[in-house]
C-alpha cells in the first residue's frame, strides 16, 4: 500500500525531473539578479564641478536700491534668504554749528549738508504746524539717515515756545430745575404733559374726565381717570394743587335723563332711577332725598352731592 503511493505520487518521470530543475534555476536566477544587475550595466559619472561654479556665483551680495537696507544672501545648505546687515555709510558734507530746527531755513539745512529731497520734507512738516520738541526728534525725518542724526544731534538747540496765556475759567451756575406744578381745575393737556410718565394720550383723557365731572373737588379724583396707573399718579401727586374749586353743579330737578346718565359717578342705571323716582314722585325737596332709591348707596351719595344741586 505504502509502496504504491509512493509509487504513484513521489516518482517522477526524466521529463518531470527536468522541468523541475528549470524551474528551481528559474527562481534562484530572478532572486539573485538584483544584487548582481548593476554589475552588467555601465553608469555614467556626471561631473559637478560647473554647477558648483554657477552656485558660488550667485552667492554674492545684493544692496537694495533704497535706503539703508540688509544685503540678501543665499544659504546653500537651506536653499532660503536671508539677511545680513549693510555696512553702508553715507558720505558727510557740510559745516556743524548750533541750530534750532524750527527755525532754520533751507540754507541752513544744507550748510548741514542735508539732500535737497530730505530738506524738502522738513520744510513740507513745519509748514503745516509741525515742531520739535526735543532734539532727538530730528531722528523722526523720514530719509535722515542713522548716521546724519548722530552727527547733528548735539547741535540741535531748541527754543522753547511761551506757554499760551491762561485763561481764567468761567464759573457756571448750575441751573435749578423747578418741578411744574399743575393745577388740576386748569391745568391744560399741555400743562399735564409736563409731568412724568403722563403722554398725550393719558393728558387727554384727564382734562375729559375733569369736564365730564364738572370739575375736581379733591386731588384724589385725578387719580380715578381710566388708564391711568396707580404708580404715576402718586408720582404726580405731588406737584398736583387745587386752587379753584369751581364745581359745576346739575340739577336734579330739571336735568334730562341723558344729562344725568351722562355724569361719571351717576351713570345709565342711577342717572335712570334718579329720572325715574322724580316722574313718580315729583321734584326733589332736597339732594338727601335721592337716598331713598336703593341703587344710591352712601359710597356713591358722598362721591355725588358735590356736583348736584335742586336750587334754579
Partial sequence: MIKQFISEYLTFTKKE???????????LLVTVSPFVFHFFIKQDKNDYAAFKKEIAALQVKQVDSVGKYASRDFNEDDHQNFYQPSEKKYPTKGELFYFDPNSLDES???????????????????????????????GKIWGLHEDEVERLLPYVQIQQVASAPKYESKKFEKTTYSPSIVDINQGDTTAFIALPGIGNSLARRIVAFREKLGGFYRIEQVGETFGLPDSTFQKIKPRLVLKTAAIKKLNINTATLEELKAHPYLRYLIGNAIFQYRMQHGKYASVQDIKKIMLVTEEVYNKAVPYLTVTE
Fill in 17 to 27: 525531473r527536468v522541468g523541475i530543475l528549470i524551474l528551481l534555476f528559474l527562481i
Fill in 108 to 138: 541752513g539745512w544744507k550748510r548741514l549738508g542735508l539732500r535737497d529731497k530730505t530738506i524738502a520734507t522738513i520744510k513740507n512738516f513745519t509748514t503745516k504746524g509741525g515742531r520739535f520738541r526735543v532734539p532727538e526728534d530730528i
